[in-house]
């Protein structure tokens, strides 16, 4: 038999009109995506399909409470778009930009963002360490399940301004990462980091984040090799 509103209301969790409000329709309609060509096409694993709402929307809707109103946003190797499209449906005066190297995962997430009419979102088809070169710059990074804090700062930080903040989902082990990645924060920009839980009033598992605050000084969000290229050039 299949689920009743009130059953699917029930598995969303009590957490879901709280983040998503009016747009909650959008959201269930992502989620819908997820659990059928999201599926098919390799984005997400079936075995997620029962705790989508749980462990994947919520967890990332619930960072939304760490930024401000009417930022840019990119969303680094965003995969089936956690957490760039869930922030995205949250926040409507978010502009969410989703860099995404892998073909079949830029399709999908293009084919979704029109799908949903989401009109600020941008589907970018590159690496991270390229969209930098490009000159791409954002007031926020969010990434999720991409790689190591040391590995994603290297990625990241180079996309965000001056001033500007990477938030990275982490898991229990968000602590030791964070410990064991400070010299590469110094080293690219960062003069702020900590560990902050969100959603702790709304889900059974709060979402861990390592948030990186980055220089206001070019300056000293510049590499250590950059700095020493931009010395020799004022020289000359």
């Known amino acids: 038999m299949a689920d009743s509103p009130g059953d699917r209301l029930v598995s969303r969790g009590t957490g879901a009109e709280k983040f998503f409000g009016d747009r909650l329709g959008l959201a269930e309609r992502y989620a819908s995506a997820l659990a059928t060509s999201g599926v098919e096409r390799g984005l997400i694993g079936p075995r997620e399909v029962p705790r989508l709402w749980e462990r994947h929307l919520l967890n990332c809707a619930a960072i939304v409470e760490l930024i401000g109103p009417d930022v840019r946003l990119v969303d680094v190797g965003s995969g089936a778009g956690l957490p760039g499209i869930v922030v995205a449906i949250a926040r409507p005066d978010l502009e969410v930009t989703l860099v995404e190297p892998l073909l079949r995962r830029v399709t999908w997430l293009a084919e979704v963002v029109e799908s949903l009419e989401l009109a600020n979102v941008t ?68 003069v702020s980091w900590d560990v902050v839980v969100c ?7 709060p979402t861990t984040v390592v948030r990186v605050g980055k220089s206001t000084s070019p300056e000293r969000s510049l590499s250590r090799k950059q700095r020493g290229g931009a010395k020799n050039r004022r020289r000359r």
């Open 123 to 190: 589907v970018h088809r590159s690496r991270a360490e390229e969209a930098a070169r490009d000159g791409l710059q954002f007031d926020v990074a969010t990434a999720r399940a991409v790689a190591s804090l040391g590995q994603l700062t290297l990625w990241s930080l180079p996309l965000v301004r001056p001033g500007g903040e990477l938030l990275a989902l982490k898991g229990a082990s968000a602590a030791v990462e964070l410990a064991d990645s400070t010299e590469v924060l110094r080293a690219h920009g960062a």
């Open 199 to 205: 959603g702790e009033d709304l889900l059974p598992e």
